[in-house]
């Protein structure tokens, strides 16, 4: 796939711009998930039977930059799925700045925290744009999904792909793609080629910092998250008779 001569000649400085950003509502939206499902609500078998959807990822996932943070891809899929009437349920756990290495440790605090039927893991950006080795970064992708896999053995994964620019070396960009295919073929998890496909390098679905998607840009990227995850949706509630 091909990213857009803007986003490939984009300069390291403003890339930085992209990990350097303010925390994420992970704990606030934990919270609010698990109020929903206390005991004694009116919806009670409801909540019972919806599975949660998890969107483990950095400041793609949580919103920077947007007016909502459910202007974000999860959110937008939340959307949709509420459209569609589905038995779902999605927590938004990006957290800004997020790299693999802090996501792997993060992910031990969530899983006992949250329950997790689907889960999307959106990170590696960030190792990417501070150059961190590709190996280092296949590593915490595989400990992480190897982790969410033994919290719920029946869990689905979703893995997101990411490109970096050639500005960062020819070979490492190469073998940085490559991180993510390996992945989803050694781990069997399902994988969305390229999150940002249609919206890196486009200026009028970015904000200022080239970065950073726009609500428009957010569309795009819900409707790449959904070509794999809807699916996987529509397959599982035809299973459950819904």
């Known amino acids: 796939m091909t990213i857009k001569n803007q986003f ?3 300069g390291l400085a403003a890339l930085t711009a992209f990990y350097g950003c303010g925390e994420g509502q992970t704990s606030a939206n934990i919270a609010a998930e698990k ?3 206390a005991a004694g609500s009116p919806d009670a078998k409801a909540e019972a039977e919806t599975q949660i959807i998890l969107f483990f990822g950095n400041s793609l996932t949580a919103g920077y930059g947007l007016d909502q943070p459910d202007l974000a891809f999860p959110g937008l899929i939340q959307q949709r799925i509420d459209s569609l009437d589905l038995p779902y349920k999605v927590v938004n756990a990006g957290l800004s700045g997020e790299t693999t290495a802090g996501g792997k440790s993060r992910i031990d605090w969530l899983l006992k925290k949250q329950p997790v ?4 893991l959106e990170l590696g950006a960030n190792d ?3 150059g961190i080795s590709t190996e280092e970064t296949y590593a915490n992708l595989k400990a992480i999904i190897q982790k969410v896999r033994a919290s719920n053995p029946e869990v689905k994964i979703i893995l997101t792909g990411m490109q970096m620019p050639p500005s960062m070396g020819q070979q490492y960009s190469k073998d940085f793609r490559e991180v993510f295919t390996r992945v989803a073929e050694e781990e069997s998890v399902a994988l969305v080629p390229f999150l ?3 919206v890196g390098g486009e200026a009028d679905l970015n904000q200022g910092d080239g970065i950073h998607p726009t609500e428009e840009g957010q569309k795009i990227l819900a409707e790449n998250v959904w ?3 809807g699916p996987i949706l529509q397959e599982e509630a035809v299973a459950a008779g819904v």
């Open 8 to 10: 490939l000649t984009l």
């Open 35 to 37: 109020e929903t499902r």
């Open 117 to 120: 039927d689907i889960f999307v």
């Open 128 to 130: 990417g744009l501070r």
């Open 196 to 198: 940002l496909e249609g």
């Open 227 to 229: 070509e794999v995850l």
